[in-house]
């Protein structure tokens, strides 16, 4: 099996050239921030104050992930309801935050990837899939972007959905710079490059832009035809 590694801060655009990516090599993606939101989702279903670890620790033996494909969409199932469209929420991005902090929480969450990729050819994002994750990814990259650039993409991404409401860029742009430093700071796993990692800075390069650096690095280490 192949495994492509790309690991990188929240708004890279991680998500977005990975499943573009999957279609172009005929792979699955594994999002796995989604694995993190699942769980964090949980305890906040649940009312368990996810800030107490031994509260999240011990209830971890109450949840079962699962990931499925639908058409290449992936499906993530809590002790077997889908929750997919539940994840994306503000409140979910910080708990899966601060709970993605706790080592037993990533070490539960360490084998349903790497089975993942014993059985599907994998296009996986993440924070530590290079590192930690799938050290032999046969290719692995290191996607990231200015936090303002992330931000302003966010910013447009939900002004085209919920173009009703009150957004400040201001906003998006602590909130993205407070998860950065979490992610990056905490003691198990950081959001760190892998020392293998081609590093991708995508600032000031649009999405084509993005994807081609991607392509043009992947034929030059795996043999493989693109569709
Ligand atoms: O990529 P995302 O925003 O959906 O991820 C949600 C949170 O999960 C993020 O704050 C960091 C954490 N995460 C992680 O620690 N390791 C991963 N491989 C993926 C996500």
Known sequence: MISIAIDGPSGSGKSTISKILAKKLGFLTLDTGALYRAAAYYFLNNNINYKIKDKVVNNLKNINISVNHDKNAQLIYLNGKNITNFIRTPEVSSAASDISA???????????????????????????????????????????????????????????????????????????????????????????????????????LNLEETVDVFLNAIKERVNIETK
């Open 102 to 204: 706790i080592p037993e929480v990533r070490e539960f969450l360490i084998n349903i990837q790497r089975d993942f990729a014993k059985k599907h050819n994998v296009v996986m994002d993440g924070r530590d899939i290079g590192t930690v994750i799938l050290p032999n990814a046969d290719v692995k990259f290191f996607l990231t972007a200015s936090p303002n650039a992330r931000a302003k993409r966010r910013y447009n991404q939900l002004m085209e959905k919920n173009s009703s409401k009150k957004i400040k860029l201001e906003d998006i742009i602590d909130s993205i710079s407070n998860r950065d430093f979490n992610d990056s700071n905490r003691k198990i796993s950081p959001l760190t490059a892998d020392k293998d990692a081609i590093i991708i800075d995508n600032s000031l």
